[in-house]
C-alpha cells in the first residue's frame, strides 16, 4: 500500500489533499502574491480568537516550541519572574525554556491527572509579589488536560499580572475569545488544530503591550517585536519564510472556514474523541484522565496488563494496518496516546480501532485492560 498513513498524533498529523496540493509551487519571499498569503494568513488567524482589536499576530519560523521561546523572551524583561502553572510534560519545556532564556523561574506543580488550580495561583501571586508573568499551557497534550483558561486568565488581570499561554494543542479547536479572555500572549502554530503542515508557529500579543517588548529579547532570530515591526514596514518575513508551509496553512485557515470554523472543528473532534474511546472500551483499554478534565484532542490509555504486550510491536501492527500512535508521556506509568486530531473523522477512527483490534489479536492479546 503507498496510501498515506493517518497520523493520529498531535502534529505534524493528517492534513487534506487540498493543503497538500497547496504545496507544490514555488514562492519568492519579496513576491506581491506571497506578501498577499502572509497578510491573508495573519488576518485569518486573528478572525480565529476575535482578536482583531486587542491583538497582532506574529508569525515565526520553526516549531510551536520556537514560538513559546520566543514569547517568554519578547514578552519578559530580563529582571522578571515567571510563574510556571505546571501538570505536565510541555509545562516542564516552558519552565525549562523560560530558565535558558536567563529569567527567573517559579514552577506551581500539580498532579498530571488534574488541572491546574486557579486558587492555588491566586495564593502564590498573593504569597510573592516579585512574579510578574504567568505561563499556562491551555491542554496539556502530555496527558490531554483541559486546564482552565478562563479562570486563570482571571486571576492574571486581578492581580495585574502577563498571562502567556501555551495554547498549540487548543487553538482553533477549543474557543479562545480575546474579547473575553485576557492575556498578553497566546502561542499556537500551524500543524495542529488548524490541519496545516508543520514548520511555523504564531504569537498573539496585546497591542498595549507591545511597545514595551521592543529590545526585552537577547535572540536576534526570535525576537517577535521585531519580526512584527519589520512585517508591519514591509509585509515580508524578516529572514526566509518557510513559504510552502504558509500557502499550505493559507489553504487550510480556507477549509477551516468552509467548514464552519472552531465550533464545527470542535463538534468533529469531539465526535472522533467519542467514538474512539467507545470503540477502545469495547477492546478493554482504559482512559488515564477522568472525562471532566479530558480535552477532546488527545487521549492517554494506559497500556494493556497483558504480559505480552511491548508498544513497539503494538505500534507496528497498528502501523501495518496504516495507523500512526504516539508514545506515551507520563513518567510514572505505561501508557499511549491517540490524538484526535487532524483531517480525518469518526469513519477513520473506527477503522483505527478495528486496527488496534487486529493488533492486539496479533501480540496473542485478549483484552486491552491494564494491570489491576
Ligand atoms: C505541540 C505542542 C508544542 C510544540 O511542540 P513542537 O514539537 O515544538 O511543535 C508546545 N506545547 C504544546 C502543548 C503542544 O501540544
Known amino acids: 500500500m503507498d496510501r498515506d498513513k493517518i497520523l493520529l498524533t498531535p502534529g505534524p498529523l493528517t492534513t487534506t489533499q487540498r493543503t497538500k496540493l497547496a504545496m507544490l509551487k514555488d514562492w519568492g519571499s519579496w513576491d506581491s502574491d506571497f506578501i498577499a498569503v502572509t497578510a491573508r494568513v495573519r488576518h485569518g488567524l486573528l478572525d480565529v480568537i476575535q482578536g482583531q482589536a486587542?491583538?497582532?499576530?506574529?508569525?515565526?519560523?520553526?516549531?510551536?516550541?520556537?514560538?513559546?521561546?520566543?514569547?517568554?523572551?519578547?514578552?519578559?524583561?530580563r529582571d522578571g519572574h515567571v510563574l510556571v502553572l505546571d501538570n505536565g510534560a510541555y509545562c516542564k519545556r516552558a519552565a525549562r525554556l523560560t530558565t535558558l532564556m536567563g529569567r527567573r523561574c517559579t514552577v506551581l506543580g500539580f498532579d498530571e491527572a488534574a488541572q491546574v488550580s486557579a486558587a492555588a495561583l491566586h495564593d502564590a501571586l498573593?504569597?510573592?509579589?516579585?512574579?510578574?508573568?504567568?505561563v499556562l499551557v491551555h491542554c496539556e497534550t502530555g496527558a490531554g488536560v483541559l486546564n482552565p483558561l478562563q479562570q486563570v486568565a482571571d486571576v492574571c488581570a486581578a492581580h495585574g499580572k502577563g498571562l502567556i499561554v501555551d495554547a498549540m494543542s487548543s487553538f482553533a479547536a477549543l474557543e479562545i475569545?480575546?474579547?473575553?479572555?485576557?492575556?498578553?500572549?497566546?502561542?499556537?502554530?500551524?500543524?495542529?488544530?488548524?490541519?496545516?503542515?508543520?514548520?511555523?508557529?504564531?504569537?498573539?500579543?496585546?497591542?498595549?503591550?507591545?511597545?514595551?517588548?521592543?529590545?526585552r529579547s537577547q535572540s536576534l532570530a526570535m525576537d517577535l517585536y521585531d519580526q512584527h515591526s519589520y512585517m508591519e514596514k514591509t509585509g515580508q518575513w524578516r529572514f526566509t519564510p518557510p513559504t510552502h508551509v504558509v500557502v499550505a496553512?493559507?489553504?487550510?485557515?480556507?477549509?477551516?472556514?468552509?467548514?464552519?470554523?472552531?465550533?464545527a472543528r470542535l463538534a468533529r473532534y469531539t465526535r472522533n474523541y467519542q467514538t474512539l474511546i467507545h470503540g477502545m472500551a469495547q477492546l478493554g483499554f482504559m482512559p488515564f484522565l477522568e472525562p471532566a478534565?479530558?480535552?477532546?484532542?488527545i487521549v492517554t490509555f494506559h497500556a494493556p496488563g497483558d504480559p505480552r504486550y511491548e508498544f513497539r510491536a503494538f505500534y507496528e501492527a497498528v502501523r501495518a494496518r496504516g495507523f500512526v500512535l504516539y508514545p506515551g508521556k507520563l513518567t510514572q506509568i505505561e501508557t499511549f496516546r491517540v490524538g484526535c486530531i487532524g483531517a480525518i473523522g469518526p469513519d477513520e477512527m473506527e477503522q483505527a480501532v478495528h486496527a488496534v483490534a487486529l493488533a492486539l489479536q496479533d501480540l496473542g492479546i485478549e483484552s486491552g485492560a491494564p494491570a489491576v
Open 249 to 263: 496553512l493559507a489553504e487550510a485557515l480556507l477549509q477551516f472556514q468552509e467548514e464552519g470554523g472552531q465550533p
Open 126 to 134: 498573593q504569597a510573592d509579589p516579585t512574579i510578574t508573568h504567568v
Open 177 to 215: 475569545d480575546a474579547r473575553k479572555i485576557r492575556f498578553d500572549a497566546l502561542v499556537a502554530a500551524s500543524g495542529k488544530c488548524l490541519e496545516g503542515v508543520p514548520g511555523m508557529g504564531f504569537v498573539f500579543i496585546r497591542k498595549a503591550i507591545l511597545d514595551a517588548c521592543a529590545g
Open 54 to 77: 486587542s491583538h497582532v499576530v506574529v508569525p515565526l519560523q520553526g516549531s510551536g516550541t520556537f514560538s513559546v521561546e520566543a514569547a517568554v523572551a519578547t514578552l519578559v524583561p
Open 293 to 297: 478534565v479530558q480535552a477532546p484532542i
